[in-house]
């Protein structure tokens, strides 16, 4: 008798205690749902979020890229805000689609903007765009520029070079006089190519400004024009 | 317990419907002509819920069955025709121009504006002509995309790839006072030709 | 513990009134099979989350507001701002799945133990009735939901309908409710899923308790124990009268602890994974989202993406009307003889084939290895051991792949779409030749990037391609071609094919 009464008092407690659970810890409770909320823009963690599902495919997750790596300080000491801004609302060369509204991509002007300074600030290695040469194409003398390619390229980057031929006509064709540039400008470290002003095998003190505009200058020219001088 | 349930009416005829007394009450024998009588009074009263049924069947039956009506598309402008540049492939929005009060978000409707060349286009549904999912544009490849079973469609609508049976559903288009206007109502769907 | 006199008198008065007694005690105290131990909990355990359903539905109907316009936002206020109102979502929505799981396992545990044959066909009948409306009230309850999901589920629906020869458009206009997906449907869906479903639903079930009382639990199978419909009514009244338990409490116990850990399960499930959706809201015009049915759909999503194009539509449309007949058949075609599944292999291996297709569909469904990743080209990098000594072409190739949208279909290092082939070892098996071919013509699986990638950037991406391959391993060569010496290939070198007919 007494055995099935406690018996039953054993059950209501336990019973309410757990009924207690949800009632006094349901905002807790793992499951309960966040309010959804999207990063600031402009913040760090927007910063990220946009350049992980719109730039990194080609930008790089670190020093490698198949395109010009954006964590790689090199590259924002070559390049102003405006020039990446405007890079990525109209796009550049055969590579580069126009991520801006206009072009038919997703992003405004001021969140371009936005993204450039928020990149900048994160990967720059706080630094600005050098004020010691142009963010942009600089024209120069082609034939000089062979002279130079000649002693300060050829080696690695010539035919038959340890780090494959730019002057390939194909490469040439995928690569805008700006994105030459910006290759000559910035290097590609990670791939074994130094900045401008990095020693080179003939140039233990890199290239000048009037240099760099030239090779340029010389790279560009030797571009097929149409796809029909490519064929042999 | 089937031997508790009784007929409703307080004067029921035993079981097997002998001429006898009512089990209920003794009442007198009922007469053939009586038998007739009620016989006639439950076809007349199912004759008149028949007829009553069947007026108030038009209603019921009218509100559910009228989706089933084909209804009639209108145009509807996407903006100035400058908007979509030639070569490309531009997304739009519109209202549906067919759309219910309630309708709320669900009236925004979706397509794809491929400018031919100036004055020439293609506006295609969004609708997967597989399933009905939405396609996405990727301008690099020229390829229409859908992410539900992978159906892929060239930049001219045409079947690319996946399982879609036919290209991309079309709207017709016109010029009208520099505005591209495109005939839009119902979904799009098998009615269309291809 | 005698109940006190006035309880007595309070059940007398009930029961001169209304029977209830009468008409319940037989409920209670009727024998079942002394053996079916444990087998026989899952229908009950429907039973319960069919009323857990019930409860919370009611209670979410005081709160959702049926409207196009209002219907997602309403469910974000049960989430957000309703004491409780995530909890009772959660609810409704992980008791919805357990009833559908737990209704396969019953339906299962009836086929294996060919417990609808005579005189359980009807049992069975109504039970395959009884499933579809939990199929149906399980699809307009994603409906309710009134997300991206929903909205692009109802799209999937309505182009299935639309399929149909000849009627397609007007059979669309009345799932819809009207030529677009807007508040009609809602309020169409709503109707169904709040009244007209759980009504029918109400009633199979009333039925099915009905013919369960009427024709009596079914014994365990037993090798040589056959049905034969002249004498099993008698016989098994015999052996219940001999042998049989009542109900309460003997199976009744069973009954209750598994429904009591069930609801225990459901609340937990509830509490840590809570309420499902409600997804993005229903924008048509948001189109930047990946549409995916409820777990109990997946299979038929999982499904239609594998059927040959031009037999879909006919598999679509013929299946599920083939699927229902087959179903509800079942007891017609095989009422009588053995129930032991030993004795049955061909039905054993058909619940076992159904249950394993399902089961393969619902994960390709969930994993849609056939969908291409909309933004593998621009977030997923370029795995950096493919880019190290590379030359500039092959750089730019592998430019060209991301820009060109080749990894939305195809993956390196894992990442990527699942679509086309993974490339990573892609130049052992094709020659730069074959990979040129493959890439500007396509085939059934691929489009053709013949015109859309020009040849500087057909060769750069070629170029690419042939580089991918293990360091020692050598290149595709054409059959049949004089194979390569071993070739250790120098950082920057450009991979040469084997010339073809050439010597």
């Known amino acids: 008798m007494s055995a099935i009464r406690s018996r039953l008092m054993m059950s209501a407690l336990l019973a309410g205690g757990i009924a207690l659970i949800p009632a006094t810890a349901c905002d807790r409770l793992p499951g309960r749902p966040k309010a959804a909320q999207s990063a600031q823009e402009g913040s760090p963690e927007w910063t990220v979020e946009v350049f992980n599902t719109s730039c990194r495919g080609c930008h790089a997750q670190g020093a490698v890229g198949a395109a010009v790596p954006l964590m790689d300080s090199a590259y924002w000491r070559a390049a102003s805000d405006e020039q990446v801004t405007r890079g990525v609302l109209e796009g550049q060369g055969m590579l580069m689609p126009a991520f801006g509204l206009s072009g038919g991509g997703p992003f405004t002007p001021a969140q371009a903007s936005a993204l450039t300074r928020g990149m900048r600030a994160l990967w720059g290695g706080g630094a600005q765009k050098s004020p010691e040469i142009s963010g942009t194409l600089v024209a120069g003398n082609a034939s000089n520029g062979k002279s130079v390619f000649d002693v300060a390229c050829a080696g690695c980057h010539g035919v038959g070079g340890s780090a494959g031929s730019v002057t390939d006509p194909m490469y040439l064709r995928l690569i805008s006089d700006q994105g030459l540039w910006t290759a000559v400008v910035a290097g590609r470290k990670a791939l074994g190519s130094p900045a401008w002003n990095e020693p080179m095998p003939g140039r233990p003190n890199g290239l000048t400004t009037v240099e760099v505009a030239d090779v340029v200058a010389y790279l560009s020219s030797q571009r097929p024009r149409s796809m029909s001088e490519l064929k042999p | 317990m089937s031997d508790r349930i009784q007929d409703p009416g307080a004067h029921s005829p035993a079981r097997g419907g002998d001429e006898k007394p009512c089990v209920n009450c003794g009442c007198a024998e009922r007469t053939a002509k009586q038998d007739a009588r009620r016989g006639f009074m439950f076809r007349f009263g199912a004759v008149l819920l028949g007829v009553g049924g069947a007026i108030a069947a038009v209603p019921i039956l009218g509100t559910l069955l009228a989706p089933a009506r084909r209804q009639a598309s209108a145009w509807v402008s996407l903006g100035s025709a400058d908007a979509f540049p030639a070569g490309q492939t531009r997304f739009a929005t519109f209202l549906s121009p067919i759309r219910q009060p309630t309708d709320g978000d669900a009236a925004k409707t979706a397509c794809w504006v491929r400018c031919i060349s100036p004055g020439k286009y293609q506006v295609f549904a969004v609708n997967c002509a597989h399933l009905g999912c939405p396609v996405r544009w990727f301008a690099q490849s020229r390829l229409f995309m859908c992410p539900c079973h992978g159906g892929a469609y060239y930049e001219d609508g045409s079947r690319a790839a996946g399982p879609p049976p036919r290209g991309l559903f079309e709207y017709p288009w016109k010029i009208d006072g520099g505005n591209l206007m495109i005939e839009a109502g119902h979904l799009p769907g098998m009615e269309q030709s291809t | 513990m005698k109940p006190p006199r006035v309880v007595g008198m309070a059940i007398d008065w009930v029961e001169a009134r209304t029977g209830a007694v009468a008409f319940l005690a037989p409920l209670l105290t009727h024998h079942v099979p002394r053996n079916a131990k444990w087998w026989y909990v899952f229908g009950s355990a429907t039973l319960m989350f069919f009323t857990i359903q019930l409860v919370t539905g009611v209670c979410l109907a005081t709160l959702y507001a049926p409207s196009a316009a209002e219907a997602w936002e309403s469910l974000r206020y049960i989430d957000e701002e309703v004491p409780f109102g995530w909890m009772l979502r959660a609810l409704h929505g992980w008791s919805s799945n357990a009833m559908v799981v737990m209704m396969a396992i019953h339906m299962l545990q009836v086929f294996l133990h060919a417990s609808y044959k005579f005189p359980r066909e009807l049992n069975w009948v109504t ?377």
């Open chain 3, 127 to 503: 039970g395959v009735f009884l499933l579809f409306t939990v199929l149906a009230l399980a699809f307009t309850g994603q409906v309710m939901r009134w997300d991206q999901d929903a909205y692009w589920g109802l799209g999937i629906g309505a182009s299935i309908a639309d399929r149909i020869p000849v009627i397609g458009n007007q059979v669309r206009g009345l799932l819809l409710g009207g030529p677009i997906i807007g508040g009609e449907t809602l309020s169409r869906f709503f109707a169904l899923h709040v009244f007209v479903l759980p009504g029918a639903a109400l009633g199979l079930i009333g039925l099915h308790l009905a013919l369960i009382m009427k024709n009596g639990i079914s014994e365990m199978p037993k090798v040589g124990a056959t049905v034969e419909p002249a004498t099993y009514r008698a016989e098994y009244e015999q052996r219940m009268e001999k042998d049989g338990v009542p109900f309460y409490p003997d199976a009744a116990q069973r009954d209750m602890v598994f429904c009591g850990a069930c609801l225990v399960l459901l609340v937990v499930l509830a509490a840590v994974y809570g309420p499902f959706g409600p997804g993005g809201q229903p924008d048509p015009t948001l189109i930047d989202t990946n549409p995916r049915p409820d777990y109990p759909f997946l299979w038929i999503f999982g499904a239609v993406s594998l059927l040959p194009p031009a037999s879909e539509t006919a598999v679509m449309l013929v299946a599920p009307l083939v699927g229902v007949l087959a179903l509800v058949a079942v007891p017609f075609f095989a009422n009588a003889g053995e129930r032991a599944p030993s004795r049955r292999p061909g039905m054993v291996l058909i619940a076992s084939l159904a249950v394993m297709a399902v089961a393969a569909l619902t994960w390709e469904g969930k994993t849609s290895p056939w969908s291409p990743v909309m933004n593998a080209w621009s977030a997923l990098p370029t795995p950096e051991h493919f880019l190290a000594g590379r030359t500039p072409l092959e750089v730019q190739g592998a430019n060209v792949f991301q820009f060109a949208q080749c990894r939305n279909c195809h993956s390196l290092d894992g990442l990527g779409g699942e679509r086309g082939p993974a490339l990573d070892a892609i130049a052992t098996r094709m020659t730069p030749d074959q990979l040129m071919r493959q890439i500007q013509q396509g085939d059934g699986n691929m489009p053709a990037f013949g015109r859309n990638l020009d040849s500087a950037q057909m060769t750069a991406l070629v170029s690419f391609l042939s580089t991918l391959r293990p360091e020692f391993e050598a290149p595709a060569v054409i059959p049949g071609a004089q194979l390569p010496l071993p070739v250790q290939r120098m950082p920057g070198e450009v991979v040469t094919p084997v010339a073809v007919g050439s010597q």
